[in-house]
């Protein structure tokens, strides 16, 4: 299937376009949360508030975090669109903005009195901008004179190009980028100051929750809380905006509710889920708990809003951000001070969210037990390629029916033609890391067990899969763009990475593809 202009067009086409960019952004950010969680160890510990305070090694912590973190950024944006290469170029535009920002903040507090001066504002937007952009405009530059280079010149040129094009896109980054950056910056943050001051914060809940469940927590967390919050704490030590989106407590609420009061493969997949969730920090595992009853966002939304107000009211705040959001990371990060304001935070969302849940879900229980057996009939198309290549059916094969994936063909429909031989399994997510980490070793062990050999189970982010995947298991949100980057393969959403019927019907198929070969 060829991605046109039409996918915005339909249901959903939207929400793939953003969870996209939000998989952009936290490709830059998530490889470089080591050095978050060092900048905030340095923190904890040498600053004047800190456990230990040391004057000489907290001198440490002011650089790191105004050149060190947006330039590792700006690498990682650079090198993602175009290699090392690009990474290089990327983190010299960057540094301009730096440079650039810093000028414009002096010029300003040349004309403030010394009590109203403004903070250094760090480059990690000017930074996303500008790593990818750099990286992008050299690739372009490169292609111009591809193969036209006479032989023995051709390091001449590419030294020579990227250092003069970084020159170029620093200069970039040092008028327009950082002149927009700082505006950004300080617009964004005059909003944040004004929901604090006015104690609105919690209303940011109403927003935060549903873009989650629809996997577009990447686009705020990574885009917009995070930078925020770094400049926050880099001025005051600490920020309450960490906790926004990594407050586990909401998802662990939900998922109680599930154990208790859900009925069939949810209530039975609830306590692993929940002990994930909360300790893993792998907040995915209960989005597709909220996208079967959606209803159930309200919950989501009165416990983020509980967990924002008691931090408003104490004085709960991290000193750098919670990745992943587990509750072991958000206690390590808690500001000195602080921890029972976060720890009772976390207690009484989980607890809202768990009432909340639970009415509603008391309240459907008849309904819901009347709707179980309906199942939907995508997984069907899969099969009779399958039966077709053959040229006869099987009971392993009949007994598939029902389940949940298809062939990605032109226009999204089931495909014509031979379905190819089931010998790479890919698991794919939004980061390639937790929750596809997490059904990838379900399948693995169960195709272990069903003694199989020649196939291979890994777990990749979207954005990464390739021509080599034959299947692709991706959560019921995530399929659309799982599809476009690799349309040949065939396809199975679930709604559980955990426990889904749906890799028992898997194990089947390959294993009837094995007996009739």
Same mark, same amino acid.
């Given at each position: 299937?060829?991605?046109? +202009?039409?996918?915005?067009k339909r249901p959903g086409g939207a929400r793939v376009h953003v969870q996209r960019f939000g998989t952009f952004l936290s490709g830059m950010i998530m490889p470089n949360i080591p050095a978050l969680i060092a900048w905030g160890i340095f923190t904890a510990f040498f600053i004047a508030v800190g456990w230990t305070p040391n004057a000489d090694l907290a001198t440490i912590v002011g650089p790191f975090i105004h050149y060190l973190l947006p330039i590792l950024i700006g690498y990682t944006g650079g090198s993602m669109v175009y290699g090392i290469r690009g990474g290089v170029v990327g983190s010299i535009a960057t540094f301009g903005a730096i440079a650039g920002s810093d000028l414009l903040i002096a010029q300003v507090n040349a004309t403030l009195p010394e009590d109203n001066q403004l903070g250094q504002i760090h480059m990690f937007i000017g930074a996303m901008i500008l790593g990818p952009l750099a990286a992008w405009t050299m690739k372009r530059? &490169? +292609?111009?004179?591809?193969?036209?280079?006479?032989?023995?010149?051709?390091?001449? /040129?590419?030294?020579f190009s990227a250092g003069i094009w970084g020159f170029v896109m620093a200069i970039v980054g040092f008028y327009p980028v950082a002149w927009l950056v700082n505006g950004i910056m300080n617009a964004l943050s005059g909003a944040v100051n004004w929901l604090v001051e006015t104690n609105l914060l919690p209303l940011t809940s109403v927003i935060i929750e549903p873009a989650k469940v629809l996997f577009l927590n990447n686009a705020i967390n990574h885009g917009v809380l995070t930078p925020l919050g770094?400049?926050?704490a880099a001025q005051d030590g600490s920020s309450i905006l960490f906790l926004l989106e990594a407050n586990p407590g909401p998802g662990v609420g939900l998922l109680l509710a599930f154990t208790f009061f859900g009925i069939g493969a949810a209530r039975a997949s609830a306590p692993g889920a929940a002990v994930i969730q909360f300790f893993g920090g792998i907040h995915e595992v209960y989005f597709p708990f909220a996208l079967m009853k959606p209803i159930l966002i309200v919950a989501l939304i009165a416990g983020g809003m509980t967990g924002v107000t008691t931090n408003m009211l104490l004085g709960g705040a991290l000193r750098a951000p919670a990745a992943p959001g587990s509750i072991i990371a958000v206690i390590a990060q808690t500001a000195p001070g602080a921890y029972l304001a976060v720890i009772l935070s976390v207690v009484l969302s989980a607890a809202v969210t768990f009432a909340i849940s639970a009415v509603i879900l008391r309240a459907s229980r008849k309904r819901d037990?009347?709707?179980?057996?309906?199942?939907?009939?995508?997984?069907?198309?899969?099969?009779?390629?399958?039966?077709?290549?053959?040229? *006869? %059916?099987? &009971? =392993?094969?009949?007994?598939?029916?029902?389940?949940?994936?298809?062939q990605a063909g032109?226009?999204?429909?089931?495909?014509?033609? %031979?379905?190819?031989?089931?010998?790479?399994? /890919?698991?794919?997510?939004?980061a390639g890391m937790g929750s596809s980490a997490m059904g990838a070793s379900v399948?693995?062990?169960?195709?272990?067990?069903?003694?199989?050999?020649? /196939?291979?189970?890994?777990? *990749?982010?979207?954005?990464?899969?390739?021509? +080599?995947?034959?299947?692709?298991?991706?959560?019921?949100?995530?399929?659309e763009r799982a599809r476009h980057q690799t349309p040949d393969a065939v396809?199975? +959403? /679930?709604?559980?990475?955990?426990?889904?019927?749906?890799? &028992? $019907?898997?194990? $089947?198929?390959?294993? =009837?593809?094995? $007996?009739d070969r």
């Open positions: 299937m060829t991605t046109t +202009s039409a996918e915005a530059i &490169d +292609s111009i004179w591809e193969g036209k280079v006479r032989a023995g010149f051709e390091m001449l /040129v590419n030294m770094l400049s926050e037990l009347e709707a179980m057996a309906v199942t939907d009939d995508a997984f069907g198309a899969a099969i009779t390629q399958t039966e077709a290549a053959k040229g *006869k %059916t099987s &009971d =392993a094969l009949s007994n598939l029916r029902g389940g949940a994936a298809t032109g226009g999204g429909g089931p495909a014509t033609g %031979t379905m190819r031989e089931i010998k790479n399994v /890919v698991f794919a997510c939004d399948l693995r062990n169960k195709i272990n067990k069903a003694g199989i050999e020649d /196939v291979t189970v890994v777990n *990749k982010a979207i954005a990464n899969l390739d021509s +080599s995947a034959d299947l692709v298991i991706t959560q019921n949100q995530l399929t396809h199975i +959403s /679930v709604d559980n990475f955990m426990n889904s019927p749906r890799y &028992d $019907e898997v194990v $089947e198929l390959i294993e =009837a593809q094995r $007996e």
